[in-house]
């Protein structure tokens, strides 16, 4: 492992010829690093475990570009599949097999599908699904929960109000408050809040929202019990329950947190990790629900490159690789041991941590509290996330540049790259100690 002085050069010259011509020098607010008070890395390549930036630095990932990579980056069969695809033509515009047989792979996979639609983004998956169940339900409203990430769509672009179930505020400009106060924004984790917003909007909830397994403020399993009571609240109360798996679908098991808690959603949104890297996402449901969308039905819903054929063909590769019989066991095995090296390194160093894992999806939370919401997050000590992040990057690590964001763990991460990863967490704590 090299030592404590990485050069970022030509990363620094790139950012700021970026910053000319790009808004922030980025595509995607999260990349600019913000979050750690640093500038970006610009990415030259990346392999298996491995991503290496423009001034030739080699790191292990734990992003995966945000958990689309969970086979590793590049993986051969993908871009064979891609390879294969591009021969024929970019985009047709009209349909193709591939795209019923991938459908036919997702719905083998989770139970409470049977129809699917293939999208571009995981945003336009959970846009669409809530404008789904609107039309289902003949409701407006939609319950979310704060801290849940699902894309940028105006109605989830909202904010909690002062009460506990309060219309939400707008969370961005140029979201419209009567929009936003469609959506009703409550704690994650807590049933109370459900019952109370489903009882003040009796008949008038759509849907209720959830990542099954909360990712985008970090890792944050379901409580027990939590998931079974959404789910017979949304059915005493008429509402559908949506659960957004876009980063828990094909990772914490084949059938996403559905498969894992036993318990089945009304309508699923997939992302990332079924792209395999391409942009594509899907939402399914039962059929009567799905049945609402155009062309059956009079719920809108289009797209130009929905199902391009590229994304398509990675997508079928990808999950041909990962519905085969207990390839989770390994990647759960990965994930555990880099969990408890965490600890150990903490430990050593006298660091209060707390890690909350699902599968291969992880968080290391600065603080000695148990973190089961948003509140609980930002109590954590975000200064010293920033820290280790940047120590861990010096050694070669590259951990998500935000300590709202999980640590990823794909099938290409092998027992040396948990090694590497302890020593460099070991240096990290410790130096944070000294600090
Ligand atoms: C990333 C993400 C989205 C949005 O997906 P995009 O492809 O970035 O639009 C939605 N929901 C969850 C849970 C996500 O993690």
């Known amino acids: 492992m090299s030592c404590d002085s990485k050069n970022f050069k030509k990363s620094a010259l790139n950012y700021t010829e970026a910053c000319r011509y790009l808004v922030g020098g980025v595509n995607s607010p999260v990349r600019a690093y913000r979050g750690v008070d640093t500038k970006p890395l610009f990415i030259a390549?990346?392999?298996?475990?491995?991503i290496y930036d423009i001034d030739g630095n080699e790191f292990i990932d734990y992003v995966g570009s945000w958990g689309t990579a969970i086979l590793g980056h590049a993986h051969p069969k993908v871009l064979k599949a891609i390879n294969d695809a591009v021969k024929k033509g970019t985009s047709f515009g009209a349909p193709t097999a591939a795209e019923t047989e991938l459908a036919k792979k997702i719905i083998a996979a989770f139970k409470s599908i049977e129809k699917l639609r293939l999208v571009s983004s995981g945003t336009e998956a959970v846009m669409t699904a809530i404008r789904l169940a609107r039309g289902y339900t003949g409701r407006d409203l939609i319950v979310k929960m704060a801290g849940c990430y699902h894309g940028h769509s105006d109605s989830l672009l909202a904010t909690a109000g002062s009460g506990l179930a309060e219309q939400a505020m707008p969370s961005s400009a140029g979201v419209p408050e009567p929009i936003a106060k469609l959506t009703v924004v409550i704690p994650y984790n807590n049933i109370e809040a459900v019952k109370t917003a489903l009882k003040k909007f009796n008949g008038q909830v759509a849907a209720v929202l959830v990542e099954p397994v909360a990712a985008n403020m970090g890792v944050i399993p379901p409580a027990d019990g939590y998931l079974q009571a959404l789910r017979n609240l949304c059915d005493e109360n008429k509402a559908l329950l949506i659960f957004d798996e876009v980063i828990t679908g094909f990772r914490i098991a084949a059938g996403g947190a559905q498969q894992l808690f036993n318990i089945e959603a009304d309508i699923t949104c997939l992302g990332k990790v079924i792209g395999a890297g391409l942009p594509l996402a899907a939402f399914g449901a039962r059929a009567d629900i799905m049945d609402m969308l155009a062309p059956v039905g009079k719920v809108y819903q289009a797209g130009t490159l929905s199902g391009n054929p590229i994304a398509t063909a990675a997508a079928n590769a990808a999950l041909d690789l990962l519905i085969k019989n207990d390839c989770f066991k390994q990647l759960e095995a990965t994930s555990a041991s880099l969990e408890s090296s965490l600890a150990r390194a903490a430990?050593?160093?006298?660091?209060?941590?707390?890690?909350?894992?699902?599968?291969?999806?992880?968080?290391?939370?600065?603080?000695?509290?148990?973190?089961?919401?948003?509140e609980d997050v930002q109590a954590t000590n975000i200064g010293q996330f920033k820290k280790f992040f940047s120590k861990m990057l010096q050694q070669g690590i590259y951990l998500a540049p935000s300590a709202y964001e999980a640590i990823f763990v794909s099938f290409a991460h092998t027992t040396e790259d948990i090694e590497k990863t302890t020593k460099a967490a070991q240096k990290a704590f410790l130096s944070l100690k000294n600090d």
């Open 45 to 50: 390549s990346a392999k298996g475990s491995k």
């Open 347 to 374: 430990g050593q160093a006298n660091i209060p941590i707390t890690i909350n894992r699902v599968g291969s999806i992880m968080s290391c939370f600065f603080t000695d509290k148990p973190v089961r919401n948003l």
